[in-house]
C-alpha cells in the first residue's frame, strides 16, 4: 500500500509559476511508475506527466515546455509548472502505478493508488 499526500497548489496569476510536491508513504523510485494528473470541474481526470522506473517521460501536449515531472529523492516527486494558463486551473493529483520496466502508463485507470489533490487556480 502506498500512501500519495500532495501540497503546493494555491493560486496564481497568468504567467506565474508553482511547484508542486508529492510525498509518499515509503520508497516509491523506481519501484512505481508515478503520475499526475488534473480534473477541473466538469471534466475527465487527465493525464499531465508520467514518469517510468527507468525515468521515461511523457508530458500531454498542452504542457510540453511549460511543465517537469522530477524526483527530489526516493520518496518525493515534484511538479514544477511555469508560464501557466487559466486553463491551467484544476485540482491535481499525483498517482503511483504497479507497472513494468520500460512502460509509462498515462492513463487513470492504469494507477493504483491517488493522493488527495491540491487546488491550482490561474487568474488572468
Known amino acids: 500500500q502506498v500512501q500519495l499526500v500532495e501540497s503546493g497548489g494555491g493560486s496564481v496569476q497568468a504567467g506565474g509559476s508553482l511547484r508542486l510536491s508529492c510525498a509518499a508513504s515509503g520508497y516509491i523510485y523506481s519501484r512505481y511508475c508515478m503520475g499526475w494528473f488534473r480534473q477541473a470541474p466538469g471534466k475527465e481526470r487527465e493525464g499531465v506527466a508520467a514518469i517510468g522506473k527507468d525515468d521515461r517521460i511523457i508530458y500531454a501536449d498542452s504542457v510540453k515546455g511549460r511543465f517537469t515531472i522530477s524526483w527530489d529523492n526516493v520518496k518525493l516527486l515534484y511538479l514544477q509548472m511555469n508560464s501557466l494558463k487559466p486553463e491551467d486551473s484544476a485540482m491535481y493529483y499525483c498517482?503511483?502505478?504497479?507497472?513494468?520496466?520500460?512502460?509509462?502508463?498515462?492513463?487513470?485507470?492504469?494507477?493504483?493508488?491517488w493522493g488527495q489533490g491540491t487546488q491550482v487556480t490561474v487568474s488572468t
Open positions: 498517482a503511483a502505478a504497479v507497472c513494468g520496466m520500460g512502460s509509462v502508463p498515462t492513463k487513470p485507470y492504469e494507477f493504483h493508488y
